[in-house]
């Protein structure tokens, strides 16, 4: 019963942060805010070059630029709200707030895996079914592909947050982190939460693995098929998914050590929090792109013509 008194004492949360410390709160600020400012203008760029160019009207750069959105989404869920808190002494969250976070965190999160096994697919075909690409890759199936996977993040977040939601939190309300993560947010409730936090654990580390696993073996397949039929072809074929596998280990790998590593460790977590926030939205167009010409042309020719168009005007 009293439990139940104390429902709503606590109406906000309290970010701890990395440091009380002046100078290392200046340094996160400014470093955050570069990478941030950074992932925006570099995902934005993505999308508006893929919808402008008519070259790259295919499948491929159809799922980049949705994932580009994804990123600008992910992002923008957690990192003006964290560069924020970075110059403010007491940095709190309304209980309504970190709902949200938690909410955009996981559903951009899952649909975004959804899509990265999507693109190894579309890999795949183009690669080792190149005279069918476009029959089994028609605009029509990646559409179904794309919503399919909006469908399966929104499902991951949402079961998720339908049993943490209505959780009783009468104090402490400290979160030791930048921003709302879902285990840390479960451990403050005024109640048993061993097997709410297993679940928790268990659900988003086992997609996390899975889907790492699924990604994996796709391109060894991919890279075995291209080797049995052309020698030569292979260092194509790597070359081509070298990008890919890059996104897929800096996406993965602090999702990963979140869920499934079983050691504490603070000081880490709350640096991979900031590179999972500012960094890897970031790295993701620069990597998809900086080996790409028919990206780097199609901007180059995009930039050209905002110049030109801004000096007529």
């Known amino acids: 019963m009293e439990v139940l008194s104390n429902l709503s004492v606590v109406s906000e949360f309290v970010f701890v942060g990395l440091s009380n410390a002046w100078e290392i709160q200046l340094f996160l600020f400014l470093f955050s805010s570069v990478f941030y400012v950074a992932s925006l203008m570099g995902n934005l760029l993505i999308v508006l070059t893929v919808t402008s160019d008519p070259h790259l009207q295919t499948p491929m750069y ?8 994804m990123d600008l989404i992910f992002c923008s869920s957690t990192a003006p709200k964290m560069i924020y808190d970075l110059l403010r002494k007491h940095k709190t969250i309304s209980f309504g707030g970190c709902i949200v976070q938690i909410f ?5 999160g899952g649909t975004e895996m959804v899509l990265l096994i999507t693109m190894a697919f579309d890999r795949y075909i183009a690669i080792c079914k190149p005279l069918h690409y476009l029959t089994i890759m028609s605009p029509r ?3 179904i592909f794309l919503v399919t996977s909006w469908v399966i993040g929104l499902i991951h977040s ?3 947050l339908v049993f943490v939601v209505d959780l009783p939190f009468c104090g402490p309300n400290e979160l030791d982190s930048f921003v709302c993560d879902l285990p840390r947010f479960v451990k403050l409730a005024c109640t048993e939460t061993y097997t709410l936090e297993f679940m928790v654990t268990a659900n988003s580390g086992f997609i996390s693995v899975a889907s790492f696993l699924i990604l994996i073996i796709s391109y060894i397949f991919i890279l075995a098929t291209v080797q049995k039929k052309s020698s030569g072809g292979i260092s194509k074929a790597l070359s081509t998914l070298s990008a890919h596998v890059t996104v897929v280990v800096l996406f993965f790998g602090p999702l990963i050590f979140f869920y499934v590593w079983p050691f504490p460790t603070s000081h880490l977590d709350k640096f ?3 590179f999972n926030s500012v960094i890897t939205p970031f790295l993701n167009p620069v990597i998809y792109t900086f080996r790409n ?10 930039c050209t013509q905002v110049i030109n168009y801004s000096k007529i005007s």
């Open 62 to 69: 159809f799922l980049l630029a949705n994932l580009s959105i």
């Open 104 to 108: 955009f965190t996981h559903a951009v």
């Open 141 to 143: 199936r990646c559409i």
């Open 158 to 160: 949402v079961t998720q």
């Open 272 to 274: 991979l929090a900031i």
């Open 293 to 302: 010409k028919e990206m780097k042309v199609a901007m180059r020719k995009l």
